[in-house]
């Protein structure tokens, strides 16, 4: 597999150095260079550098594409298009009226969610809308546009919403019913809750035909105010936020179920949440029971449990995952389209996530998917074929290929052909898919490619141009090296500068993220390069990013490798990066720096203070400094609570070792942060006065965990500079 890897590392770089042959129109003194603005999503000129794109949704197996002003029919065999209606066209038929908000905008977001009916799904500032584009009539609409939480039923078309902290469901024929009376910003109704954890983004569930509604309830009375505060006004205000630190008292959810037919809402009867954790709640094709996994506060015990959603009532558990270190649930179980009685599950219970199928008393009949690999999404299913339709790293860790599995016999078919990384949207009945298809030297093809024939159906829909083309660009390269532990492969991106020359000695800075949910380097277009990292190499700088163990999409005992004690193997790992920089010669290890961001802040300074005669500058941004600040849900999955592992805790505390700092180290924070709040900083220069240590600290006022907008140029301008001025 290596062999793939090295072959396609080579021809990236033939074909990059290969783009250096330039016709006389345009010399290589004629490059432009970067600027931010041309690179960073915040800045004025980034959307003109960014890879052409398409618009596309289905209407059933028909293939629609969303521009600003039009709507076309592609046709998924010759690609050719059939204007459906214009913008004016829509705007027409609605009777629109822009003085009163009544406009709709653009159509880069209508849907089509009936497949055998002429119906766009649009909205403006005032109302949702179903407009039969055939008949060039309104067939539906409501007035609560713009709440928070809108959640609408296709079937049914009733809305969930939440207005003044209240529960809101709006019916077809716009009646308007009440769920909630004491929402507050301690009781929270119908939305996210357990912060955002275990694929939690959301907080209503509609049954199947949109006639009952689950939804989450959340009382965080009980949980700690962090004192937030707005500078903006001239007296600056308290705006507290509910933050369940590790080890502290957390909230308390129940899962509520409203009844369309009969007006009436009922809980479930899950017990005392005390310490629990609900998630991933799905329903019976029949909506007759609910599926929820519930998950202990140490989260090493998980079960599955259903629930009569009349009564409320537990019905049975039908499945438990217990482990030594932690099980998380991310996805809600799915039912199999041909078959109400059977149900596909998610785990990584043998140590990769797999797809299981089970019947709806909790008997486990086969394993669907096995390997050492990991199912990276389930796309839908295939009804005429009884397959489901996945993307997984199957081929490669660093690609991800779309592929069909026969649920009878576990027949794997391979769909998409060329390596890189594949994203796809199934229509209606599973026939077809787009294919988005991104590779490290070509930055966005877009096919349609049919299930049943495995070929694209069109001749590219789209292969975007290299929007860089008239810019310098630097030289991307990919390789692996071993881990800490001599037998795992951990995989890098290197980026160098245009003109590199393997004589010269460069400054280099180590990118680093590190942490569980996020990877770094894939086979996606220029290595799945941050655009700063080109700015930084345009600079005269190489810069290099590892995923260590502990990161995603690896198996189970990869990322698990940090339980209890975050930072450790993660630099221990790093570290061998840093002896993998030693052996190349244009590398100045005199001039080595290290860079990251929260979960890569925490990994900065660790490495800064770890290895004090390493690194000779670095910049944390929204750093953690002790995860006994951090949330409860997050931190102590990894960590577990500071009473039970005050060892671990120790050791990847950072106050302590205040007084290791010897390079020069930049802490950057948003002020209003929410994720890593302001204490973490604040506590670590606090230790850094008492140990006589000093680093530079910059806040940006009213931002959170992550700058935006244009303040977000500033940023990494402010980061480059500091590599500027101390390690260049």
């Not at 600003?68 to 609605?94: M, P, Q, R, S, Y």
Request: aromatic residues 12%; negative net charge.
């Amino acid at each position: 597999m290596m062999k793939k890897i090295k072959h396609l590392v080579i021809v990236t770089i033939l074909l990059l150095f290969s783009s250096y042959l330039l016709p006389l129109e345009m010399s290589a003194q004629d490059k432009k260079l970067f600027t931010l603005e041309d690179l960073n999503f915040g800045g004025n000129n980034y959307r003109n550098l960014q890879p052409e794109n398409m618009w596309l949704t289905w209407w059933g197996d028909q293939l629609v594409q969303t521009d600003v002003e039009t709507c076309h029919l592609i046709d998924v065999k010759t690609g050719k298009k059939k204007l459906l209606f214009t913008l004016e066209d829509v705007n027409k038929w609605a009777d629109s009226d822009e003085e009163a908000n009544r406009y709709v905008r653009h159509l880069m977001n209508a849907t089509f969610p009936y497949p055998d009916q002429p119906l766009v799904a649009l909205g403006n500032k005032k109302s949702f809308l179903l407009l039969n584009f055939k008949t060039h009539e309104i067939v539906w609409q409501d007035s609560i546009s713009g709440q928070t939480a809108n959640d609408w039923n296709k079937l049914s078309r009733a809305t969930a919403y939440v207005e003044d902290y209240q529960l809101f469901v709006v019916d077809a024929d716009g009646k308007k019913h009440q769920l909630s009376t004491d929402g507050s910003r301690e009781i929270v109704y119908g939305q996210s809750v357990h912060r955002n954890e275990f694929g939690i983004n959301k907080g209503t569930f509609w049954s199947p035909k949109g006639n009952r509604l689950a939804f989450y309830r959340m009382d965080q009375s009980m949980v700690t105010d962090y004192p937030q505060v707005d500078i903006f006004p001239r007296s600056a205000s308290y705006e507290p936020d509910k933050y369940p630190m590790a080890g502290m008292t957390s909230h308390k959810v129940t899962v509520g179920v409203y009844d369309m037919k009969a007006d009436k809402t009922i809980y479930l009867q899950a017990g005392d949440p005390t310490d629990r954790y609900f998630t991933n709640i799905a329903w019976s094709p029949d909506e007759q029971t609910i599926y929820m996994f519930e998950l202990n506060r140490g989260q090493n015990d998980c079960r599955l449990v259903s629930y009569d959603a009349e009564t409320g009532a537990k019905i049975a558990e039908l499945y438990r995952e217990k482990s030594d270190k932690y099980v998380e649930p991310l996805h809600p179980i799915q039912f199999l389209p041909w078959d109400d009685t059977k149900f596909v599950m998610q785990s990584q219970k043998d140590g990769y996530n797999h797809l299981y199928l089970f019947d709806v008393n909790g008997k486990e009949l086969k394993q669907i998917t096995s390997g050492n690999w990991v199912v990276l999404n389930v796309v839908g299913f295939n009804t005429k074929q009884k397959s489901i339709i996945i993307e997984a790293n199957k081929y490669h860790p660093l690609h991800r290929q779309v592929y069909s599995v026969n649920v009878n016999n576990g027949k794997m078919m391979q769909l998409t052909v060329a390596d890189g990384v594949h994203r796809s949207t199934l229509s209606a009945s599973g026939q077809y898919f787009i294919d988005r298809h991104s590779s490290p030297t070509q930055p966005r093809n877009i096919d349609v490619v049919n299930v049943a024939h495995p070929s694209p159906l069109t001749s590219h829909l789209l292969s975007a141009e290299d929007p860089w083309k008239d810019y310098e660009q630097p030289i991307f390269e990919c390789g692996s090296i071993k881990a800490a532990d001599g037998q795992t492969d951990l995989y890098y991106r290197m980026v160098k500068p245009n003109h590199f020359d393997a004589n010269k000695k460069y400054p280099t800075v180590v990118y680093v993220y590190g942490g569980p949910h996020a990877h770094n380097v894939e086979a996606s277009w220029h290595w799945y390069s941050r655009t700063w990292e080109t700015y930084m190499a345009q600079k005269g700088y190489i810069v290099f990013i590892l995923d260590n163990r502990g990161s995603e999409n690896r198996g189970r005992d990869f990322e698990q490798a940090t339980f209890h004690q975050l930072g450790q193997i993660e630099m221990q790992d790093q570290m061998k990066g840093v002896e993998y920089l030693r052996t190349l010669p244009y590398v100045d290890m005199n001039r080595l720096g290290v860079h990251g961001w929260s979960f890569g802040g925490f990994m900065t300074i660790s490495l800064m203070l770890n290895y004090p005669d390493v690194f000779k500058v670095g910049v944390a941004g929204g750093p953690v400094i002790d995860w006994k600040w951090y949330e409860v849900m997050y931190g102590e999955r990894y960590m577990g609570t500071p009473q039970d592992n005050p060892e671990g805790y120790a050791k990847s505390s950072l106050i302590s070792k205040a007084k290791n700092l010897k390079g020069k180290l930049q802490i950057i924070t948003g002020y209003n942060d929410p994720t890593v709040v302001p204490q973490h900083c604040l506590s670590f220069l606090d230790a850094c006065i008492k140990a006589g240590t000093q680093p530079d600290f910059f806040a940006y006022p009213g931002e959170e965990h992550n700058m935006r907008g244009h303040a977000s140029v500033h940023l990494h301008e402010r980061i480059t500079q500091y590599f500027e001025d101390y390690l260049k």
